[in-house]
């Protein structure tokens, strides 16, 4: 199998796609989240995984964007915990950093601390470990980057500050999609994502939250995003969380009623809080048993 990611050797994305698929696929870096998207598309990739939100950062939202425009589903999810470290060449003193250089969202996550050295250049990257990979190969001096506790291991780096995200309860959350055509049905799904656009009208949205509510499913997530060529004009991408699939159908049923468009990006199982092969295991299970339920 192959999986598609953002990011490369070292990254939090790696470490999310180990967590989900185990040691078994191999992983196909993406310079950006437009690459991850095209190559599962035209099959390059069986699956992608793609980063959506951080409980620090907040909501990624030209990704909300990338699935409304792709014909993919989303097929999974997986909440990964962030740890963030200051990190830089062996030898170097705190004192001596100029500049820091990460991915925007590491940034974002670590805004505190990097506040307290306003003198410190801030540098945005593609990537938390391509970041760290570059700074080992090329040295240059004063130079010290944020990422994971992997890419410190990777690239013979020296962690400078342990943990420097601004609340120790630090998660990315995680997407898994597929082509539609290739997706495999999954087994027992409990959550599902949705994009909806209703009129531009006063009341209309709370209709549809009324209606999430009348069928007892829990709402997640709700996040807008403006429509292109229609200013000021949203659509809304919701998660709804059941125990039964017969809850999502009715209410599937009733929506159409209430918006003016209305798409199913994903049905699927809750995130789950194990790590590892153990996780790694739990998903193929899942995957024979849709298999069988296929045949």
């Known amino acids: ?59 990624i939202l030209p990704n909300y964007l ?11 999810e997986v909440y990964l915990p962030i740890q963030q470290h200051l990190l830089a060449l ?34 945005e990257t ?12 090329r040295r240059p001096p004063g130079v010290a980057v944020v990422a994971g506790a992997q890419a410190a291991e990777a690239f013979g780096l020296h962690i400078l500050a342990r943990s420097i995200n601004d609340d120790p309860n630090n998660y990315t959350r995680f997407l898994v999609v597929e082509r539609a055509a290739a997706a495999q049905p999954v087994a027992r799904p409990d959550k599902a994502s949705l994009y909806f656009y209703t009129s531009h009208a006063p009341g209309q949205l709370a209709r549809v939250l009324t209606l999430v509510a009348s069928h007892s499913l829990n709402l997640s997530k709700l996040q807008s ?8 004009h949203y659509g809304f991408h919701a998660d709804v969380e059941f125990e039964a699939p017969a809850q999502l159908a009715a209410l599937l049923a009733e929506l159409p009623a209430v918006t003016e468009e209305l ?24 995957r024979k048993e849709a298999s069988r339920l296929q045949l």
């Open 1 to 59: 199998m192959r999986v598609a990611i953002q990011g490369f050797r070292g990254s939090f994305h790696e470490v999310a796609a180990r967590q989900y698929f185990g040691s078994t696929p191999a992983l196909n870096a993406c310079a950006t989240f437009g690459e991850l998207v095209a190559q599962v598309a035209d099959g390059r990739a069986d699956a992608g995984l793609m980063a959506i939100e951080n409980s620090l950062a907040g909501s």
């Open 66 to 76: 990338l699935l409304e425009r792709s014909d993919l589903i989303i097929t999974g």
């Open 90 to 123: 062996p030898g170097t003193a705190l004192p001596e950093v100029r500049a820091v250089h990460s991915h925007p969202m590491a940034l974002r996550q670590c805004g505190d601390y990097l506040s307290r050295f306003p003198q410190w250049q801030l540098v």
């Open 126 to 137: 593609e990537d938390t470990g391509l970041s760290a990979r570059l700074l080992a190969e």
């Open 225 to 232: 995003c403006p429509r292109p060529s229609q200013p000021w």
């Open 263 to 286: 798409r199913v990006l994903g049905a699927y199982q809750r995130g789950s809080m194990v790590f590892g092969e153990e996780l790694a295991n739990e998903r193929q299970a899942d």
